[in-house]
Protein backbone atom coordinates (compact mmCIF):
# COMPACT_ATOMS: atom_id res chain seq x y z
CA UNK A 1 0.00 0.00 0.00
CA UNK A 2 2.86 2.33 0.76
CA UNK A 3 4.35 1.99 -2.72
CA UNK A 4 1.49 1.99 -4.17
CA UNK A 5 0.65 5.45 -2.28
CA UNK A 6 2.98 6.89 -4.45
CA UNK A 7 1.97 6.34 -7.61
CA UNK A 8 3.39 2.87 -8.37
CA UNK A 9 2.16 -0.11 -9.83
CA UNK A 10 3.28 -2.81 -7.37
CA UNK A 11 1.85 -6.17 -5.49
CA UNK A 12 3.06 -8.57 -3.01
CA UNK A 13 4.17 -11.60 -3.90
CA UNK A 14 5.02 -14.49 -1.69
CA UNK A 15 5.94 -16.64 -4.53
CA UNK A 16 9.22 -15.59 -6.70
CA UNK A 17 10.19 -17.51 -9.92
CA UNK A 18 13.57 -17.01 -8.19
CA UNK A 19 15.82 -20.37 -7.75
CA UNK A 20 16.36 -20.24 -3.98
CA UNK A 21 14.06 -19.27 -0.84
CA UNK A 22 12.82 -16.28 -0.45
CA UNK A 23 9.94 -14.57 2.20
CA UNK A 24 8.07 -12.39 0.29
CA UNK A 25 8.67 -9.58 -2.35
CA UNK A 26 7.12 -6.35 -3.90
CA UNK A 27 6.58 -7.23 -7.90
CA UNK A 28 6.81 -3.92 -10.11
CA UNK A 29 4.65 -4.36 -13.27
CA UNK A 30 5.53 -3.00 -17.04
CA UNK A 31 9.26 -2.89 -16.34
CA UNK A 32 11.55 -2.85 -19.37
CA UNK A 33 14.95 -4.42 -19.90
CA UNK A 34 17.48 -3.56 -23.16
CA UNK A 35 20.59 -3.25 -24.11
CA UNK A 36 22.42 -0.24 -22.98
CA UNK A 37 24.61 -0.51 -26.03
CA UNK A 38 21.70 -0.33 -28.20
CA UNK A 39 20.81 2.51 -26.24
CA UNK A 40 23.97 4.53 -26.75
CA UNK A 41 24.17 3.48 -30.24
CA UNK A 42 20.47 5.20 -30.73
CA UNK A 43 21.38 8.40 -28.19
CA UNK A 44 24.55 9.17 -30.86
CA UNK A 45 22.59 8.67 -33.75
CA UNK A 46 20.14 10.95 -32.87
CA UNK A 47 22.75 13.22 -32.01
CA UNK A 48 24.14 13.17 -35.64
CA UNK A 49 20.98 12.80 -37.30
CA UNK A 50 19.67 16.72 -35.66
CA UNK A 51 23.43 18.20 -36.53
CA UNK A 52 25.10 17.41 -33.04
CA UNK A 53 28.72 16.61 -33.35
CA UNK A 54 30.76 14.23 -31.21
CA UNK A 55 34.29 14.37 -30.20
CA UNK A 56 36.36 11.24 -28.74
CA UNK A 57 39.99 11.78 -27.35
CA UNK A 58 39.05 15.02 -25.71
CA UNK A 59 39.64 15.30 -22.38
CA UNK A 60 38.32 18.29 -20.24
CA UNK A 61 40.76 19.85 -17.55
CA UNK A 62 38.92 23.22 -16.84
CA UNK A 63 35.44 25.32 -18.06
CA UNK A 64 35.02 29.07 -17.45
CA UNK A 65 32.09 31.43 -17.39
CA UNK A 66 32.50 34.88 -18.61
CA UNK A 67 29.61 37.45 -19.84
CA UNK A 68 30.22 36.10 -23.15
CA UNK A 69 29.36 32.38 -22.53
CA UNK A 70 31.07 29.67 -21.52
CA UNK A 71 34.33 28.13 -22.42
CA UNK A 72 35.49 24.70 -21.94
CA UNK A 73 39.31 23.53 -22.52
CA UNK A 74 40.69 20.37 -23.76
CA UNK A 75 43.97 19.66 -23.99
CA UNK A 76 44.35 20.30 -27.87
CA UNK A 77 41.33 22.71 -28.32
CA UNK A 78 39.07 25.31 -26.51
CA UNK A 79 35.14 25.28 -27.44
CA UNK A 80 32.90 28.20 -26.77
CA UNK A 81 29.18 27.49 -25.90
CA UNK A 82 26.14 29.05 -24.16
CA UNK A 83 25.37 26.59 -22.26
CA UNK A 84 28.16 23.32 -20.83
CA UNK A 85 26.31 19.73 -18.93
CA UNK A 86 28.83 18.67 -16.76
CA UNK A 87 27.87 15.10 -17.26
CA UNK A 88 31.77 13.53 -16.37
CA UNK A 89 30.46 11.00 -13.86
CA UNK A 90 32.13 13.00 -10.93
CA UNK A 91 32.33 16.74 -11.85
CA UNK A 92 35.87 17.93 -12.26
CA UNK A 93 35.82 21.61 -11.51
CA UNK A 94 35.58 21.74 -7.17
CA UNK A 95 35.04 25.32 -7.29
CA UNK A 96 32.02 26.57 -6.95
CA UNK A 97 29.48 23.85 -6.16
CA UNK A 98 31.77 22.27 -3.88
CA UNK A 99 30.72 18.72 -5.06
CA UNK A 100 33.86 16.69 -3.35
CA UNK A 101 32.28 17.79 0.23
CA UNK A 102 28.53 16.09 -1.03
CA UNK A 103 29.44 12.68 -2.50
CA UNK A 104 31.20 9.25 -2.03
CA UNK A 105 31.94 6.83 -5.02
CA UNK A 106 31.13 2.83 -4.07
CA UNK A 107 32.27 0.40 -6.54
CA UNK A 108 30.24 -3.35 -7.77
CA UNK A 109 31.07 -5.99 -9.38
CA UNK A 110 28.98 -8.59 -11.90
CA UNK A 111 29.67 -11.63 -13.22
CA UNK A 112 27.84 -13.57 -16.53
CA UNK A 113 27.41 -16.94 -15.93
CA UNK A 114 25.92 -19.61 -18.20
CA UNK A 115 24.29 -22.35 -16.94
CA UNK A 116 21.91 -25.59 -18.82
CA UNK A 117 19.39 -25.34 -16.87
CA UNK A 118 16.36 -23.00 -17.58
CA UNK A 119 16.72 -19.42 -16.39
CA UNK A 120 13.86 -17.48 -14.89
CA UNK A 121 12.84 -13.89 -16.15
CA UNK A 122 12.17 -10.71 -14.60
CA UNK A 123 14.73 -8.39 -12.33
CA UNK A 124 15.49 -9.05 -8.87
CA UNK A 125 17.26 -7.29 -6.00
CA UNK A 126 17.35 -8.03 -2.69
CA UNK A 127 16.42 -5.48 0.22
CA UNK A 128 18.90 -7.14 2.87
CA UNK A 129 23.16 -6.08 3.38
CA UNK A 130 25.22 -6.82 1.20
CA UNK A 131 22.64 -6.04 -2.19
CA UNK A 132 22.76 -8.92 -4.83
CA UNK A 133 21.00 -8.58 -8.05
CA UNK A 134 20.04 -10.89 -10.46
CA UNK A 135 18.93 -10.64 -14.08
CA UNK A 136 18.89 -12.28 -17.11
CA UNK A 137 20.32 -11.31 -20.59
CA UNK A 138 20.43 -12.55 -24.18
CA UNK A 139 24.16 -13.47 -25.57
CA UNK A 140 24.76 -15.83 -28.58
CA UNK A 141 21.46 -17.10 -28.97
CA UNK A 142 20.78 -18.05 -25.75
CA UNK A 143 20.07 -16.67 -21.76
CA UNK A 144 22.67 -16.27 -19.80
CA UNK A 145 21.85 -15.17 -16.06
CA UNK A 146 23.89 -11.51 -14.70
CA UNK A 147 24.69 -11.15 -10.95
CA UNK A 148 26.40 -8.49 -9.25
CA UNK A 149 26.70 -7.28 -5.98
CA UNK A 150 29.97 -7.03 -3.61
CA UNK A 151 29.69 -2.98 -3.43
CA UNK A 152 32.15 -1.74 -1.08
CA UNK A 153 33.63 2.01 -1.11
CA UNK A 154 36.13 2.87 -3.38
CA UNK A 155 39.44 3.32 -1.47
CA UNK A 156 39.06 1.30 1.24
CA UNK A 157 41.73 -0.27 2.73
CA UNK A 158 40.05 -3.67 2.76
CA UNK A 159 41.15 -7.49 1.18
CA UNK A 160 39.38 -6.98 -2.57
CA UNK A 161 40.54 -10.29 -4.00
CA UNK A 162 37.04 -12.15 -3.42
CA UNK A 163 34.79 -9.91 -4.69
CA UNK A 164 34.75 -11.87 -7.94
CA UNK A 165 34.43 -14.92 -6.15
CA UNK A 166 31.71 -13.89 -3.85
CA UNK A 167 29.46 -13.61 -7.00
CA UNK A 168 30.91 -16.64 -8.29
CA UNK A 169 30.01 -19.13 -5.22
CA UNK A 170 26.62 -17.39 -5.36
CA UNK A 171 26.01 -18.51 -9.15
CA UNK A 172 27.58 -22.33 -8.53
CA UNK A 173 24.93 -22.36 -5.08
CA UNK A 174 22.18 -22.16 -7.84
CA UNK A 175 23.44 -23.85 -10.92
CA UNK A 176 25.74 -26.47 -10.22
CA UNK A 177 27.03 -26.45 -13.78
CA UNK A 178 27.90 -22.46 -13.73
CA UNK A 179 30.16 -21.70 -16.13
CA UNK A 180 31.59 -17.77 -15.53
CA UNK A 181 31.73 -15.85 -19.01
CA UNK A 182 32.31 -12.56 -18.04
CA UNK A 183 33.66 -10.52 -15.17
CA UNK A 184 33.60 -6.78 -15.28
CA UNK A 185 33.47 -4.09 -12.52
CA UNK A 186 32.78 -0.23 -12.45
CA UNK A 187 32.01 2.44 -9.70
CA UNK A 188 29.35 5.24 -9.55
CA UNK A 189 28.87 8.37 -7.50
CA UNK A 190 26.28 8.52 -4.46
CA UNK A 191 25.38 11.94 -2.92
CA UNK A 192 25.08 11.44 1.24
CA UNK A 193 21.34 11.93 0.95
CA UNK A 194 21.07 9.28 -1.83
CA UNK A 195 19.54 11.43 -3.86
CA UNK A 196 21.50 12.67 -7.40
CA UNK A 197 22.13 16.07 -8.06
CA UNK A 198 20.31 17.53 -11.36
CA UNK A 199 20.42 20.86 -12.47
CA UNK A 200 22.55 23.79 -11.76
CA UNK A 201 25.97 23.24 -11.00
CA UNK A 202 25.77 26.47 -9.23
CA UNK A 203 24.25 29.98 -8.60
CA UNK A 204 27.63 31.96 -9.11
CA UNK A 205 27.96 29.80 -12.24
CA UNK A 206 25.45 30.57 -15.02
CA UNK A 207 24.31 28.52 -18.08
CA UNK A 208 26.46 25.50 -16.30
CA UNK A 209 24.64 22.25 -15.29
CA UNK A 210 25.57 19.07 -14.05
CA UNK A 211 24.03 15.62 -13.72
CA UNK A 212 25.58 13.41 -11.08
CA UNK A 213 25.58 11.02 -8.09
CA UNK A 214 23.11 8.56 -10.10
CA UNK A 215 24.02 5.92 -7.17
CA UNK A 216 24.34 2.92 -10.30
CA UNK A 217 20.98 3.82 -11.27
CA UNK A 218 22.33 5.81 -14.25
CA UNK A 219 20.28 4.06 -17.29
CA UNK A 220 16.96 5.54 -16.13
CA UNK A 221 18.78 8.56 -14.31
CA UNK A 222 20.55 10.18 -16.96
CA UNK A 223 17.17 10.06 -18.98
CA UNK A 224 15.74 12.38 -15.98
CA UNK A 225 18.02 14.20 -16.13
CA UNK A 226 18.45 15.28 -19.63
CA UNK A 227 14.63 16.21 -19.72
CA UNK A 228 15.21 18.38 -16.45
CA UNK A 229 18.42 20.05 -17.97
CA UNK A 230 16.51 20.32 -21.25
CA UNK A 231 13.50 21.89 -19.46
CA UNK A 232 15.90 24.18 -17.65
CA UNK A 233 17.46 24.89 -21.21
CA UNK A 234 14.37 26.01 -22.73
CA UNK A 235 13.21 27.67 -19.90
CA UNK A 236 10.43 25.08 -18.87
CA UNK A 237 9.88 23.98 -15.40
CA UNK A 238 9.62 20.38 -14.60
CA UNK A 239 7.87 19.32 -12.03
CA UNK A 240 10.49 16.73 -11.00
CA UNK A 241 13.47 19.63 -10.72
CA UNK A 242 12.62 20.22 -7.15
CA UNK A 243 13.62 16.80 -5.92
CA UNK A 244 16.90 16.49 -7.40
CA UNK A 245 18.05 20.49 -6.57
CA UNK A 246 21.46 20.07 -7.30
CA UNK A 247 22.51 23.12 -5.30
CA UNK A 248 21.17 21.49 -1.70
CA UNK A 249 23.88 21.69 0.63
CA UNK A 250 23.41 19.38 3.55
CA UNK A 251 26.31 17.13 4.52
CA UNK A 252 25.83 16.17 7.81
CA UNK A 253 22.86 13.99 6.84
CA UNK A 254 26.05 11.65 6.54
CA UNK A 255 28.33 12.68 9.07
CA UNK A 256 31.21 9.38 8.73
CA UNK A 257 31.37 10.41 5.22
CA UNK A 258 31.63 14.37 5.57
CA UNK A 259 34.36 13.98 7.80
CA UNK A 260 36.40 11.13 5.52
CA UNK A 261 36.17 13.80 2.49
CA UNK A 262 37.46 16.50 4.28
CA UNK A 263 40.92 14.38 5.39
CA UNK A 264 44.03 15.67 3.32
CA UNK A 265 47.21 14.53 2.95
CA UNK A 266 49.90 16.43 5.37
CA UNK A 267 53.08 14.60 4.46
CA UNK A 268 55.11 16.11 1.65
CA UNK A 269 57.01 14.18 -0.52
CA UNK A 270 60.37 14.73 -2.50
CA UNK A 271 59.99 13.87 -5.99
CA UNK A 272 63.67 13.04 -6.64
CA UNK A 273 65.15 9.80 -7.07
CA UNK A 274 64.67 7.47 -4.12
CA UNK A 275 67.36 4.62 -2.94
CA UNK A 276 65.03 2.22 -1.56
CA UNK A 277 66.48 -0.01 1.18
CA UNK A 278 67.00 -3.85 -0.65
CA UNK A 279 65.05 -5.46 2.70
CA UNK A 280 62.33 -3.28 1.55
CA UNK A 281 61.85 -3.94 -2.03
CA UNK A 282 62.18 -7.83 -0.72
CA UNK A 283 59.34 -7.36 1.16
CA UNK A 284 57.12 -6.72 -0.96
CA UNK A 285 55.96 -9.48 -2.64
CA UNK A 286 55.38 -10.75 -6.43
CA UNK A 287 52.19 -8.54 -7.82
CA UNK A 288 51.65 -7.16 -4.57
CA UNK A 289 51.31 -3.25 -3.36
CA UNK A 290 52.38 -1.03 -0.34
CA UNK A 291 52.95 2.38 0.81
CA UNK A 292 55.90 2.45 2.17
CA UNK A 293 58.42 4.84 4.58
CA UNK A 294 61.70 6.42 3.03
CA UNK A 295 63.55 9.37 4.62
CA UNK A 296 60.22 10.55 6.10
CA UNK A 297 58.56 9.74 3.05
CA UNK A 298 55.84 7.39 1.68
CA UNK A 299 56.08 5.70 -1.79
CA UNK A 300 53.69 3.98 -3.13
CA UNK A 301 55.29 0.22 -4.36
CA UNK A 302 53.98 -2.14 -6.81
CA UNK A 303 55.96 -5.26 -7.76
CA UNK A 304 54.20 -6.91 -10.88
CA UNK A 305 54.63 -10.77 -11.26
CA UNK A 306 57.41 -10.67 -13.18
CA UNK A 307 59.40 -8.86 -10.11
CA UNK A 308 59.61 -5.13 -11.84
CA UNK A 309 58.69 -1.81 -8.94
CA UNK A 310 56.47 0.60 -10.10
CA UNK A 311 56.25 3.35 -7.69
CA UNK A 312 54.49 6.43 -7.49
CA UNK A 313 53.61 9.44 -4.83
CA UNK A 314 50.52 8.05 -3.32
CA UNK A 315 48.86 11.04 -3.41
CA UNK A 316 45.72 11.59 -4.85
CA UNK A 317 46.62 14.87 -7.50
CA UNK A 318 42.83 15.47 -6.99
CA UNK A 319 42.59 17.26 -3.31
CA UNK A 320 45.62 15.37 -1.97
CA UNK A 321 44.00 12.56 -0.03
CA UNK A 322 46.52 9.48 0.53
CA UNK A 323 46.00 6.24 -1.96
CA UNK A 324 44.83 3.19 -0.88
CA UNK A 325 46.12 -0.32 -2.82
CA UNK A 326 43.46 -2.21 -4.51
CA UNK A 327 44.92 -5.81 -4.95
CA UNK A 328 42.00 -6.95 -7.31
CA UNK A 329 42.23 -4.16 -10.36
CA UNK A 330 45.86 -3.46 -9.10
CA UNK A 331 45.08 0.30 -8.96
CA UNK A 332 45.90 3.31 -6.47
CA UNK A 333 42.79 4.31 -5.35
CA UNK A 334 41.18 7.34 -3.34
CA UNK A 335 39.20 7.04 -0.23
CA UNK A 336 37.91 10.48 -0.31
CA UNK A 337 36.35 11.29 -3.29
CA UNK A 338 37.13 7.80 -5.54
CA UNK A 339 39.58 8.93 -8.54
CA UNK A 340 41.14 5.99 -9.32
CA UNK A 341 45.11 5.49 -11.05
CA UNK A 342 46.92 2.43 -12.60
CA UNK A 343 50.47 1.24 -10.95
CA UNK A 344 51.94 3.04 -13.89
CA UNK A 345 50.20 6.67 -12.26
CA UNK A 346 47.98 7.10 -14.99
CA UNK A 347 44.38 8.30 -14.18
CA UNK A 348 41.80 6.28 -14.52
CA UNK A 349 38.80 7.86 -12.68
CA UNK A 350 37.17 11.23 -12.33
CA UNK A 351 37.46 13.58 -10.48
CA UNK A 352 41.35 13.25 -10.79
CA UNK A 353 42.66 14.79 -14.11
CA UNK A 354 45.97 14.74 -13.40
CA UNK A 355 48.04 11.41 -13.64
CA UNK A 356 50.41 10.23 -11.12
CA UNK A 357 54.44 10.84 -10.45
CA UNK A 358 55.70 7.98 -11.25
CA UNK A 359 59.17 7.57 -9.02
CA UNK A 360 62.45 6.44 -10.55
CA UNK A 361 63.78 4.00 -8.15
CA UNK A 362 67.59 3.36 -7.58
Aim: glycine share 6%; proline share 4%; with cysteine.
Amino acid sequence: MAVNSLGFDAEYVDKLEVPFNTLAGIKFKNQAQFNPLKYVYGLCKSILNNNGEIYEDSKVYDIKTSLDGCTTYTKNNTVHSKYIVLASHYPIINVPGFYFLKMYQEASYIIGVETNSPLFNGMYINTKSPTTSFRSADYDGKKILLISGSSHKVGTKEDLSNCYSNLEKVAKSLYADSKILFRWQTQDCISLDKIPYIGEFSTTMPNVFVATGFKKWGMTTSNIAANIICDKILGNVNPYEDIFLSTRFKPIKNGTEFTNMLKQVSTSLILDKFKIPKETLNGIGRDEGKIVEVEGSKLGIYRDVSGKFFAIKPVCTHLGCELSWNNLEKTWDCPCHGSRFSYTGKSLYDPSIKDLELIDLE
